[in-house]
Structures are given as structure tokens and as C-alpha cells.
């Protein structure tokens, strides 16, 4: 099954979009693995950093080389998409050279407690996702509006029309992984 590495733009415990990523996580079981990867640790990009690289960015790197593809959950801020994601990307893109996102399927969704869910922030990172060399899936768009009533105490999705909505977003995402990703040698397979 193919595994996405999760990266949440918001940090804070309560984290509406935290949730929503572990309900399609949920929901997803049985068709993507999602792996939820820690950026909270990351310090704010430093070029001197790299001469003594912080395992924080390193184990990072790592997650995203590992993963099929990526999908970046992220909250709104003033119209705009989380700095911590922004942070992690740029340390993802270095040492010059060594990209890791480079050729990786990727997705961007959000949420926010209004209705507009996050448009404005998803679509001020799309471009970014372009430019450090992601295969970026364009449709469908998530703008998820989170209301609690629409999932169970255990993060499962228990409205019917949200379920049926990201099912069907989970099984694009999973075509657009399979169908994108690079062949891999016979060693990798
Ligand atoms: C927000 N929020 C917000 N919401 C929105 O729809 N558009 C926006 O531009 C902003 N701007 C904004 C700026 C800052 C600094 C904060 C802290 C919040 C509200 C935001 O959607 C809400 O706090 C969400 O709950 C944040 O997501 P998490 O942390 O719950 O995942």
C-alpha cells in the first residue's frame, strides 16, 4: 500500500486540521498509510545549521525519501498557509542538490472553523508545491468548513455525505499516486 508522509501546518494540541488528517487517515486505512511527520521541532531555516545538521531536519528528510508521496493539511493565517510547513519545505529542499521532494505525488487540503475552508492558504502553497519540484494532484479540492458533529469520538467520519466526499478524495489520491509516481528499479519494488 502506497504511504504518504503527513505534514500538518498547525501545531497547537486541539488542531482542527490535525483531526481532519487523522480522520481521512482513518478513513484511508485501507488504500493509502498515512505517516504523520513532526515539524514543531524544526528550527527556522539557518544556512549555518547545515554544518552541524539538527536530527530534527535530518529524521524529516528522511520521512519524506521514505514516503510514495506527500500531503500537506494546512490551517489558514491571515489568507495565507502555515509558516511552520513553509519552514519545513525549505529546509526540504536543501543541502542544493539533494531535493527531497523532488518527483514525490502531492496534495494539499484544509480546514478552518468558518466557512471558506482555508482556500485562500491552500492555494497561496500550490504554487510553492510546483516550484521545489512536487507532482502536484489539482483536483478535487478539499475546503473543509470542520464542525465536530460530523465525526465520532474515535475520528471516524460519521456523516454519510462527508465520508462519501473524501472516500472519493482518498480514492483520486490514490490513483494520482499510482498513476505519477516514478517506476521504481527492481530493488526498490
Ligand atoms: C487565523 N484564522 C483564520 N481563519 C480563516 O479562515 N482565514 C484566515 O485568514 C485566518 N487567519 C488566522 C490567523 C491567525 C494568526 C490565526 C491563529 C488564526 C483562524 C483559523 O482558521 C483557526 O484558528 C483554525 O482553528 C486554525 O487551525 P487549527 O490550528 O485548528 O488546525
Not at 552541524?52 to 521514505?66: G, Q, T, W
Not at 478535487?140 to 473524501?166: I, M, N, W
Amino acid at each position: 500500500m502506497p504511504t504518504v508522509a503527513v505534514f500538518v501546518g498547525s501545531l497547537r494540541k486541539d488542531s482542527i486540521n490535525r483531526k481532519f488528517a487523522q480522520s481521512i487517515g482513518k478513513l484511508a486505512g485501507d488504500r493509502l498509510t498515512f505517516r504523520f511527520v513532526e515539524i514543531g521541532d524544526i528550527p527556522l531555516y539557518n544556512e549555518d545549521l547545515w554544518a552541524n545538521p539538527p536530527e530534527s531536519v535530518l529524521r524529516m528528510k528522511r520521512e519524506i525519501e521514505a514516503a510514495d508521496a506527500v500531503l500537506f493539511v494546512t490551517p489558514e493565517y491571515n489568507r495565507y498557509f502555515s509558516p511552520a510547513i513553509k519552514n519545513a519545505i525549505d529546509w526540504g529542499t536543501r543541502p542544493w542538490g539533494k531535493n527531497s521532494w523532488s518527483t514525490k505525488p502531492s496534495a494539499v487540503i484544509g480546514a478552518t472553523p468558518g466557512a471558506t475552508g482555508a482556500s485562500a492558504g491552500q492555494n497561496s502553497l500550490k504554487g510553492l508545491l510546483t516550484v521545489v519540484d512536487t507532482v502536484l494532484m489539482g483536483q478535487p479540492e478539499v475546503y473543509f468548513q470542520y464542525k465536530p458533529e460530523l465525526f465520532g469520538e474515535d475520528g471516524s467520519v460519521t456523516d454519510a455525505a462527508t465520508r462519501d466526499f473524501l472516500n472519493k478524495w482518498v480514492d483520486r489520491f490514490a490513483a494520482w499516486i499510482e498513476r505519477t509516481s516514478e517506476p521504481k528499479t527492481r530493488a526498490q519494488a
